[in-house]
């Protein structure tokens, strides 16, 4: 991929309007000097901007007073409308906290010569009135289209903004360049209140090995941070604070419904859950619930048991003896791996991350359809299908994987009705798989599929 053949916007505007914290906030790293002090950025920087899997180049400029007669300033008005001259688009970025002064009025006059789409940004939109005051006729400079709200400090509006700079340059003719998209693991920290989502959260981007950013190519939510380890793995930890105020406990002890349907919209996005509960305390009904989410969203589960720190005298035995009661409380996450930590002692917490890609790794498996054959004919001849409902024993034909996240197989049987074949041999076909392959961490649909007359 040719940089230079990128369609590139251009970043304008006066002195200390914020538009190197808008250039960090487009490429999603700290690239440009930030400071309250005008002037701050003198030469124009460049970057790459990914959104929607497309790249564009995104160059920043010095802030703009067309009056200056300081020899610095003027090379700097000079470095500008080069940048302008080159680019596809423009982004004239205004501070909506100030309002309009007359170097904005002068140089909106000047963007509107260059014979290229203007995009006026209204940035510092902090409140729900300077969101609102884009719409003032105040802000209609020289004819230019209303300003887009953003706050690039919190990442509010970016969204809106690129999709627009995308239409523009859509408009122009110009073709960003498709990319492929750095394959992040999602991953949402769920559980009742006071179990420590919070706490984990702090203390897994309190990590000084860790890098951590907003992020914004992936999700309008400004909240989402970016963890990337050492070694480049990234991470998006999605934001559940809002899970916090709908789960305002009933009478009955269960989520209100609103939390519910927060936490079913999150688990849509997630790739990996962790399911945090409190070791000090024992499971609820708001537990259940939770866990009966997860199990319906099919997502990678760890179970993180927190508070460990509570447990006054601890030996092997009192983490078995948590093991043996979890599972008999949620015997369908057998096969979730349980960790102990402690958010407030960082006990553990450093290790999650390995377990997040391992079990992200097994949602992703692909069984090779020879390994797979071997697997269900030696299965059967340990232990014969027994049958469910139907008067027929039931008779494998063949199993064949045809999905991953999480691993999905279909079962073809020789029945007359799916659910001929009991329930117990799947499940002991299941565990003969997740011994076999080491699936950990990952949920498994077996479909069972009828075969056809005469197979």
Not at 22 to 47: I, Y
Not at 148 to 159: D, K
Request: charged share 25%; hydrophobic share 40%.
């Amino acid at each position: 991929m040719n940089r230079n053949d990128l369609p590139t916007i251009v970043l304008v505007g006066r002195t200390n309007v914020g538009k190197s914290t808008l250039f960090n906030r487009l490429l999603e790293r700290p690239a440009a000097l930030v400071s309250a002090v005008p002037g701050t950025t003198r030469d124009r920087k460049e970057g790459e901007c990914v959104w929607r899997g497309k790249m564009i180049r995104v160059v920043d400029t010095g802030g703009l007073d067309m009056e200056l007669t300081d020899e610095i300033e003027r090379n700097v008005v000079k470095q500008a409308e080069r940048a302008i001259e080159t680019a596809d688009a423009i982004l004239f970025v205004v501070d909506l906290d100030v309002g309009p002064l007359p170097q904005d009025r002068t140089l909106a006059t000047k963007l509107t010569k260059a014979k290229k789409p203007v995009i006026v940004v209204g940035n510092k939109a902090e409140t729900p009135s300077l969101i609102a005051s884009v719409h003032n006729k105040e802000w209609r400079l020289s004819g230019l289209p209303s300003p887009i709200a953003v706050s690039a400090v919190r990442g509010t509006g970016t969204g809106d903004l690129l999709d627009a700079i995308f239409e523009a340059l859509a408009e122009t003719g110009k073709q960003p360049e498709s990319i492929e998209a750095p394959e992040a693991i999602r991953v949402a920290v769920i559980g009742k209140p006071n179990v420590g989502k919070s706490s984990l959260l702090n203390a897994i981007l309190g990590e000084e090995r860790f890098i951590t950013s907003p992020i914004a190519h992936t999700t309008r939510e400004p909240n989402d941070v970016l963890v990337t380890l050492p070694d480049g793995r990234e991470f998006v930890l999605i934001d559940t604070a809002g899970i916090r105020k709908f789960a305002k406990i009933k009478k009955t002890g269960g989520l209100e419904a609103a939390g519910v349907a927060r936490t079913k919209r999150i688990l849509d996005q997630t790739d990996v859950a962790l399911f945090v509960v409190d070791v000090s305390e024992p499971m609820g009904s708001q537990d259940r619930t939770l866990a009966g989410l997860l199990q319906a969203a099919h997502v990678g589960v760890i179970v993180v048991a927190n508070k460990w720190d509570l447990i006054p005298s601890k030996s092997p035995s009192t983490m078995n003896d948590f093991r043996r009661s979890f599972v008999a409380e949620f015997p369908f996450f057998t096969w979730a791996p349980l960790t102990f930590v402690s958010a407030l002692t960082g006990q553990r917490v450093p290790d999650l991350f390995e377990l997040i890609g391992t079990v992200q790794g097994r949602r992703k498996i692909h069984i090779p359809e020879e390994e797979l054959e071997t697997f269900w004919r030696s299965a059967v001849k340990s232990h014969l299908p027994t049958k469910g409902k139907g008067p027929q024993p039931p008779k494998v034909l063949g199993m064949t994987q045809v999905a991953t996240e999480p691993p999905t197989f279909q079962l073809t049987v020789k029945v007359k009705r799916t659910d001929a074949l009991a329930p117990s041999w799947l499940r002991y076909l299941e565990n003969r798989m997740r011994e076999r392959f080491e699936l950990e961490g990952t949920p498994i649909v077996i479909n069972v599929h009828k075969a056809q007359a005469g197979a």
